[in-house]
Protein backbone atom coordinates (compact mmCIF):
# COMPACT_ATOMS: atom_id res chain seq x y z
CA UNK A 1 0.00 0.00 0.00
CA UNK A 2 1.33 3.49 -1.20
CA UNK A 3 0.12 5.34 1.39
CA UNK A 4 -1.39 4.81 5.26
CA UNK A 5 -4.95 3.83 5.25
CA UNK A 6 -7.14 7.19 5.89
CA UNK A 7 -9.89 7.56 8.86
CA UNK A 8 -12.61 5.62 7.69
CA UNK A 9 -15.16 6.95 5.34
CA UNK A 10 -18.70 6.18 5.41
CA UNK A 11 -20.22 4.24 2.51
CA UNK A 12 -23.50 5.94 4.10
CA UNK A 13 -24.81 8.55 6.69
CA UNK A 14 -24.24 5.28 8.61
CA UNK A 15 -21.25 3.84 7.60
CA UNK A 16 -22.22 0.88 5.80
CA UNK A 17 -23.43 -0.76 2.13
CA UNK A 18 -27.17 0.72 1.50
CA UNK A 19 -27.95 -3.07 0.88
CA UNK A 20 -27.41 -3.53 4.52
CA UNK A 21 -29.21 -0.61 5.48
CA UNK A 22 -32.44 -1.44 5.90
CA UNK A 23 -31.63 -5.11 7.85
CA UNK A 24 -29.41 -2.82 10.47
CA UNK A 25 -32.21 -0.51 10.85
CA UNK A 26 -35.04 -2.96 11.25
CA UNK A 27 -32.83 -5.13 13.14
CA UNK A 28 -32.14 -1.99 15.92
CA UNK A 29 -35.54 -1.06 16.27
CA UNK A 30 -36.50 -0.25 19.56
CA UNK A 31 -33.35 -2.36 20.72
CA UNK A 32 -32.88 -2.89 24.72
CA UNK A 33 -30.68 -3.95 27.14
CA UNK A 34 -27.98 -6.70 26.07
CA UNK A 35 -25.13 -4.65 28.25
CA UNK A 36 -23.08 -7.61 29.18
CA UNK A 37 -23.18 -8.37 25.86
CA UNK A 38 -21.43 -4.72 24.94
CA UNK A 39 -19.70 -5.38 27.63
CA UNK A 40 -17.94 -8.75 26.75
CA UNK A 41 -16.90 -7.51 23.53
CA UNK A 42 -14.88 -4.29 24.40
CA UNK A 43 -12.96 -6.19 27.21
CA UNK A 44 -12.08 -8.92 24.66
CA UNK A 45 -11.09 -5.86 22.14
CA UNK A 46 -9.15 -4.16 24.65
CA UNK A 47 -7.66 -8.12 25.91
CA UNK A 48 -6.03 -9.21 22.95
CA UNK A 49 -4.49 -7.14 19.78
CA UNK A 50 -6.80 -9.45 17.13
CA UNK A 51 -9.19 -12.17 17.30
CA UNK A 52 -12.42 -13.97 17.15
CA UNK A 53 -15.36 -13.11 19.21
CA UNK A 54 -19.04 -15.08 18.52
CA UNK A 55 -22.13 -14.76 19.88
CA UNK A 56 -24.35 -17.69 19.91
CA UNK A 57 -27.60 -18.59 20.83
CA UNK A 58 -30.68 -20.18 19.75
CA UNK A 59 -33.34 -19.07 17.10
CA UNK A 60 -34.91 -15.55 18.07
CA UNK A 61 -32.38 -14.94 20.86
CA UNK A 62 -31.58 -11.61 19.43
CA UNK A 63 -28.24 -12.00 18.18
CA UNK A 64 -28.94 -9.89 15.27
CA UNK A 65 -30.70 -7.39 16.60
CA UNK A 66 -27.04 -7.16 18.91
CA UNK A 67 -24.97 -7.17 16.00
CA UNK A 68 -27.16 -4.24 14.10
CA UNK A 69 -27.13 -2.26 17.64
CA UNK A 70 -23.09 -2.80 17.51
CA UNK A 71 -22.61 -1.46 13.74
CA UNK A 72 -25.22 1.12 14.13
CA UNK A 73 -23.32 2.53 17.36
CA UNK A 74 -19.79 1.65 15.89
CA UNK A 75 -20.21 3.10 11.79
CA UNK A 76 -16.60 2.23 11.41
CA UNK A 77 -16.67 -1.34 11.77
CA UNK A 78 -17.74 -3.46 8.58
CA UNK A 79 -21.03 -5.17 8.62
CA UNK A 80 -21.99 -8.01 6.59
CA UNK A 81 -25.26 -10.27 6.75
CA UNK A 82 -25.64 -13.91 5.74
CA UNK A 83 -29.28 -13.43 6.20
CA UNK A 84 -29.78 -11.26 2.73
CA UNK A 85 -30.48 -13.34 -0.43
CA UNK A 86 -27.50 -13.85 -2.31
CA UNK A 87 -25.12 -13.10 0.48
CA UNK A 88 -24.45 -16.97 1.85
CA UNK A 89 -21.93 -17.65 -0.94
CA UNK A 90 -18.26 -17.33 -0.30
CA UNK A 91 -17.39 -15.11 -3.78
CA UNK A 92 -20.02 -12.64 -2.66
CA UNK A 93 -19.16 -12.54 0.88
CA UNK A 94 -15.15 -11.65 -0.38
CA UNK A 95 -16.46 -9.06 -3.21
CA UNK A 96 -18.77 -7.28 -0.45
CA UNK A 97 -15.89 -7.27 1.79
CA UNK A 98 -12.71 -6.05 -0.04
CA UNK A 99 -15.20 -3.24 -1.78
CA UNK A 100 -16.19 -2.25 2.13
CA UNK A 101 -12.52 -2.53 2.80
CA UNK A 102 -11.40 -0.17 -0.26
CA UNK A 103 -14.16 2.03 0.50
CA UNK A 104 -13.21 2.73 4.19
CA UNK A 105 -10.03 2.82 4.12
CA UNK A 106 -9.40 5.06 0.59
CA UNK A 107 -7.07 1.91 -1.04
CA UNK A 108 -6.52 2.67 -4.63
CA UNK A 109 -4.23 0.07 -5.50
CA UNK A 110 -6.48 -3.46 -5.28
CA UNK A 111 -7.87 -3.77 -8.80
CA UNK A 112 -11.70 -5.63 -8.73
CA UNK A 113 -11.06 -8.24 -10.48
CA UNK A 114 -8.13 -9.96 -7.92
CA UNK A 115 -11.31 -10.23 -5.77
CA UNK A 116 -10.22 -13.68 -3.95
CA UNK A 117 -9.63 -15.08 -1.11
CA UNK A 118 -5.74 -14.12 -1.46
CA UNK A 119 -6.61 -10.49 -1.86
CA UNK A 120 -9.35 -10.65 0.52
CA UNK A 121 -5.78 -11.95 3.48
CA UNK A 122 -3.59 -9.73 1.69
CA UNK A 123 -5.87 -6.49 2.11
CA UNK A 124 -6.59 -7.52 5.70
CA UNK A 125 -2.98 -7.94 6.29
CA UNK A 126 -2.33 -4.57 4.37
CA UNK A 127 -4.74 -2.41 7.20
CA UNK A 128 -3.13 -4.15 9.55
CA UNK A 129 0.50 -3.12 8.96
CA UNK A 130 -0.85 0.75 8.63
CA UNK A 131 -3.45 1.07 11.46
CA UNK A 132 -2.43 3.70 13.62
CA UNK A 133 -1.46 2.50 17.43
CA UNK A 134 -5.26 2.90 19.02
CA UNK A 135 -7.19 2.14 15.83
CA UNK A 136 -9.22 -1.45 14.96
CA UNK A 137 -10.36 -3.14 12.23
CA UNK A 138 -13.84 -4.82 13.40
CA UNK A 139 -15.64 -7.10 10.65
CA UNK A 140 -18.82 -8.12 11.74
CA UNK A 141 -20.46 -11.12 9.97
CA UNK A 142 -24.18 -12.53 10.99
CA UNK A 143 -25.72 -15.72 11.05
CA UNK A 144 -22.10 -17.26 10.06
CA UNK A 145 -24.14 -20.78 9.99
CA UNK A 146 -26.12 -19.77 7.21
CA UNK A 147 -23.01 -19.91 4.60
CA UNK A 148 -24.09 -22.22 1.91
CA UNK A 149 -20.97 -24.66 2.46
CA UNK A 150 -21.25 -25.90 -1.11
CA UNK A 151 -20.21 -22.24 -2.38
CA UNK A 152 -16.68 -23.13 -1.30
CA UNK A 153 -13.87 -25.69 -1.19
CA UNK A 154 -14.78 -28.85 1.26
CA UNK A 155 -12.29 -27.96 4.49
CA UNK A 156 -11.82 -24.92 4.62
CA UNK A 157 -13.19 -22.26 7.08
CA UNK A 158 -16.31 -20.50 6.88
CA UNK A 159 -16.34 -17.86 4.08
CA UNK A 160 -12.13 -18.48 3.99
CA UNK A 161 -12.43 -16.54 7.36
CA UNK A 162 -8.19 -16.38 8.08
CA UNK A 163 -6.66 -19.31 10.26
CA UNK A 164 -4.70 -16.38 11.74
CA UNK A 165 -4.82 -12.44 12.02
CA UNK A 166 -2.45 -9.79 11.98
CA UNK A 167 -2.49 -7.21 14.91
CA UNK A 168 -5.71 -4.88 14.92
CA UNK A 169 -7.99 -7.19 13.14
CA UNK A 170 -11.17 -8.81 14.93
CA UNK A 171 -14.02 -10.79 13.31
CA UNK A 172 -17.24 -10.13 15.62
CA UNK A 173 -19.91 -13.07 14.38
CA UNK A 174 -23.43 -14.51 15.55
CA UNK A 175 -24.21 -18.15 14.69
CA UNK A 176 -26.42 -20.20 16.29
CA UNK A 177 -25.48 -23.27 18.70
CA UNK A 178 -23.05 -25.94 17.20
CA UNK A 179 -21.05 -28.70 17.99
CA UNK A 180 -17.35 -27.63 18.06
CA UNK A 181 -16.20 -30.45 16.06
CA UNK A 182 -18.51 -28.95 13.03
CA UNK A 183 -17.85 -25.49 13.85
CA UNK A 184 -16.23 -24.82 10.40
CA UNK A 185 -13.37 -22.90 11.45
CA UNK A 186 -9.89 -23.65 12.43
CA UNK A 187 -7.99 -20.60 14.03
CA UNK A 188 -5.08 -20.14 15.73
CA UNK A 189 -5.80 -16.72 17.20
CA UNK A 190 -7.52 -15.77 20.67
CA UNK A 191 -11.30 -16.28 20.61
CA UNK A 192 -14.33 -16.36 22.81
CA UNK A 193 -18.02 -17.35 22.55
CA UNK A 194 -20.54 -16.01 24.71
CA UNK A 195 -23.22 -18.35 24.65
CA UNK A 196 -26.90 -15.91 25.26
CA UNK A 197 -28.14 -19.07 26.71
CA UNK A 198 -25.66 -18.90 29.96
CA UNK A 199 -26.88 -15.36 30.71
CA UNK A 200 -30.47 -16.01 31.30
CA UNK A 201 -30.72 -13.45 34.47
CA UNK A 202 -29.35 -10.76 32.17
CA UNK A 203 -31.81 -12.18 29.35
CA UNK A 204 -34.68 -11.97 31.98
CA UNK A 205 -34.36 -8.18 32.70
CA UNK A 206 -34.16 -7.07 29.13
CA UNK A 207 -37.47 -9.07 27.84
CA UNK A 208 -39.15 -7.46 30.70
CA UNK A 209 -37.42 -4.16 29.69
CA UNK A 210 -38.84 -4.64 26.62
CA UNK A 211 -41.96 -5.46 27.08
CA UNK A 212 -42.59 -2.17 29.79
CA UNK A 213 -41.55 -0.38 26.55
CA UNK A 214 -45.04 -0.96 24.97
CA UNK A 215 -46.80 -1.33 27.96
CA UNK A 216 -48.82 2.17 26.77
CA UNK A 217 -48.39 1.38 22.83
CA UNK A 218 -51.79 3.06 21.37
CA UNK A 219 -52.77 -0.21 20.78
CA UNK A 220 -51.70 -2.53 23.64
CA UNK A 221 -52.93 0.17 26.48
CA UNK A 222 -56.30 -0.25 25.19
CA UNK A 223 -56.21 -3.93 24.89
CA UNK A 224 -55.14 -4.42 28.37
CA UNK A 225 -57.68 -2.21 29.83
CA UNK A 226 -60.56 -3.84 27.92
CA UNK A 227 -59.41 -7.52 29.67
CA UNK A 228 -58.93 -5.31 32.92
CA UNK A 229 -54.99 -6.44 33.01
CA UNK A 230 -52.45 -4.07 34.98
CA UNK A 231 -48.91 -3.65 33.93
CA UNK A 232 -47.56 -5.78 36.37
CA UNK A 233 -49.87 -8.96 35.45
CA UNK A 234 -49.04 -8.22 31.89
CA UNK A 235 -45.60 -8.12 31.93
CA UNK A 236 -45.38 -11.03 34.19
CA UNK A 237 -47.40 -13.52 32.71
CA UNK A 238 -45.33 -12.48 29.01
CA UNK A 239 -41.60 -12.48 29.86
CA UNK A 240 -42.91 -15.85 31.34
CA UNK A 241 -44.32 -17.25 27.84
CA UNK A 242 -41.41 -16.12 26.19
CA UNK A 243 -38.91 -18.07 28.00
CA UNK A 244 -36.18 -15.13 27.40
CA UNK A 245 -36.82 -15.50 23.26
CA UNK A 246 -37.14 -12.11 21.38
CA UNK A 247 -38.39 -13.48 18.66
CA UNK A 248 -41.37 -15.14 20.04
CA UNK A 249 -42.05 -12.31 22.32
CA UNK A 250 -42.09 -9.21 19.44
CA UNK A 251 -44.14 -11.27 17.70
CA UNK A 252 -46.44 -11.56 20.73
CA UNK A 253 -46.73 -7.88 21.11
CA UNK A 254 -47.02 -6.98 17.40
CA UNK A 255 -50.14 -9.46 17.13
CA UNK A 256 -52.09 -8.11 20.16
CA UNK A 257 -51.66 -4.64 18.97
CA UNK A 258 -52.78 -5.74 15.66
CA UNK A 259 -55.93 -7.03 17.04
CA UNK A 260 -54.60 -10.88 16.20
CA UNK A 261 -55.89 -11.90 19.92
CA UNK A 262 -59.18 -10.63 20.80
CA UNK A 263 -59.23 -12.47 24.05
CA UNK A 264 -57.03 -12.28 27.10
CA UNK A 265 -53.54 -14.77 27.25
CA UNK A 266 -55.24 -17.00 24.57
CA UNK A 267 -52.12 -17.55 22.50
CA UNK A 268 -52.67 -21.18 21.05
CA UNK A 269 -52.77 -19.61 17.54
CA UNK A 270 -49.83 -17.98 16.04
CA UNK A 271 -49.16 -14.88 14.51
CA UNK A 272 -48.41 -15.37 10.76
CA UNK A 273 -45.00 -13.89 11.38
CA UNK A 274 -43.96 -16.80 13.93
CA UNK A 275 -45.86 -19.00 11.69
CA UNK A 276 -43.63 -18.22 8.94
CA UNK A 277 -40.25 -18.38 11.14
CA UNK A 278 -41.26 -22.17 12.52
CA UNK A 279 -41.63 -23.04 9.17
CA UNK A 280 -38.47 -21.88 8.00
CA UNK A 281 -37.06 -23.74 10.54
CA UNK A 282 -39.01 -27.17 10.18
CA UNK A 283 -37.70 -27.05 6.16
CA UNK A 284 -33.73 -26.94 7.45
CA UNK A 285 -34.97 -29.95 10.24
CA UNK A 286 -36.40 -32.05 7.36
CA UNK A 287 -33.53 -31.62 4.52
CA UNK A 288 -31.15 -32.15 7.57
CA UNK A 289 -32.24 -36.19 7.60
CA UNK A 290 -31.70 -38.57 4.68
CA UNK A 291 -34.02 -40.79 6.33
CA UNK A 292 -37.24 -39.10 6.81
CA UNK A 293 -39.38 -41.96 8.16
CA UNK A 294 -36.77 -42.46 11.16
CA UNK A 295 -36.10 -38.81 11.84
CA UNK A 296 -39.70 -38.12 12.05
CA UNK A 297 -40.15 -40.96 14.44
CA UNK A 298 -37.48 -39.38 16.75
CA UNK A 299 -39.33 -35.67 16.31
CA UNK A 300 -42.79 -37.16 17.75
CA UNK A 301 -40.57 -38.84 20.54
CA UNK A 302 -39.00 -35.38 21.21
CA UNK A 303 -42.36 -33.37 21.08
CA UNK A 304 -44.39 -35.52 23.31
CA UNK A 305 -41.98 -34.79 26.61
CA UNK A 306 -42.97 -32.03 28.80
CA UNK A 307 -39.24 -32.48 30.27
CA UNK A 308 -35.61 -32.96 28.44
CA UNK A 309 -34.87 -36.25 27.39
CA UNK A 310 -32.00 -38.63 26.84
CA UNK A 311 -30.54 -39.87 23.90
CA UNK A 312 -30.79 -43.34 25.64
CA UNK A 313 -34.16 -42.74 26.73
CA UNK A 314 -35.24 -42.37 23.02
CA UNK A 315 -33.26 -45.44 21.71
CA UNK A 316 -35.77 -47.46 24.30
CA UNK A 317 -38.58 -45.93 22.85
CA UNK A 318 -37.69 -46.68 19.38
CA UNK A 319 -35.91 -49.94 19.85
CA UNK A 320 -33.05 -47.90 17.87
CA UNK A 321 -29.55 -47.60 17.80
CA UNK A 322 -28.38 -44.58 19.77
CA UNK A 323 -25.76 -43.88 17.34
CA UNK A 324 -28.48 -43.18 15.19
CA UNK A 325 -30.17 -41.45 17.21
CA UNK A 326 -27.57 -38.83 17.90
CA UNK A 327 -26.98 -38.35 14.09
CA UNK A 328 -30.62 -37.18 13.92
CA UNK A 329 -30.16 -34.74 16.82
CA UNK A 330 -26.91 -33.42 15.78
CA UNK A 331 -27.69 -32.41 12.74
CA UNK A 332 -31.10 -30.75 14.39
CA UNK A 333 -28.41 -29.18 16.90
CA UNK A 334 -29.46 -25.29 16.50
CA UNK A 335 -33.09 -26.16 17.18
CA UNK A 336 -32.20 -27.94 20.39
CA UNK A 337 -31.55 -27.26 24.13
CA UNK A 338 -28.54 -29.70 24.90
CA UNK A 339 -27.36 -30.48 28.54
CA UNK A 340 -25.42 -33.59 30.41
CA UNK A 341 -26.56 -34.86 33.22
CA UNK A 342 -25.34 -37.18 35.37
CA UNK A 343 -23.16 -38.17 32.26
CA UNK A 344 -25.80 -38.65 30.07
CA UNK A 345 -26.77 -36.23 27.06
CA UNK A 346 -30.54 -34.55 27.19
CA UNK A 347 -32.58 -32.35 24.53
CA UNK A 348 -35.88 -31.01 24.45
CA UNK A 349 -36.81 -27.94 21.45
CA UNK A 350 -35.71 -24.05 22.04
CA UNK A 351 -38.52 -23.06 23.07
CA UNK A 352 -41.95 -25.02 24.37
CA UNK A 353 -44.22 -22.63 21.61
CA UNK A 354 -41.95 -24.09 18.86
CA UNK A 355 -42.19 -27.78 20.19
CA UNK A 356 -46.01 -27.02 20.58
CA UNK A 357 -46.10 -26.01 16.47
CA UNK A 358 -44.30 -29.16 15.77
CA UNK A 359 -46.24 -31.31 17.42
CA UNK A 360 -49.47 -30.03 15.45
CA UNK A 361 -47.51 -30.21 12.19
CA UNK A 362 -47.34 -33.98 12.53
CA UNK A 363 -50.83 -34.18 13.58
CA UNK A 364 -51.94 -32.55 9.94
Known amino acids: ?36 VFTAIHEFLHRYRQ ?14 AILAKYATDNPHVVYYNVELEGKNRAEEFISNICTQLIEIFAIDNLPVE ?9 LIQQISDELEP ?3 LIITIDGLDRIDRNSQSPGTNLFYLPRYL ?13 LREKSG ?41 HHQINEQEFCTSLAAKSENNFMYISQILAAISEGFYPESWQYNQIPPGLEAYYQQHWQKM ?57 GAEYYSFYHTNFCKWLANKLET
Open 51 to 64: GYFTITGPPGSGKS
Open 134 to 136: QQK
Open 1 to 36: MNSPPKPPNTINSRGHPTEFEPIIQAKSHNFIGREF
Open 286 to 342: KAANQDEEFSQSVLKVLVQQQQPISVEAIAEILNADEFDIEEVLENWFEFLTHQQIS
Open 185 to 225: LLIETPSHILNLADHSESNQQDIQTYIQQYLNHEDIKPWRN
Open 166 to 178: PDGVYFLLTRRPF
Open 114 to 122: TFNITSLHQ
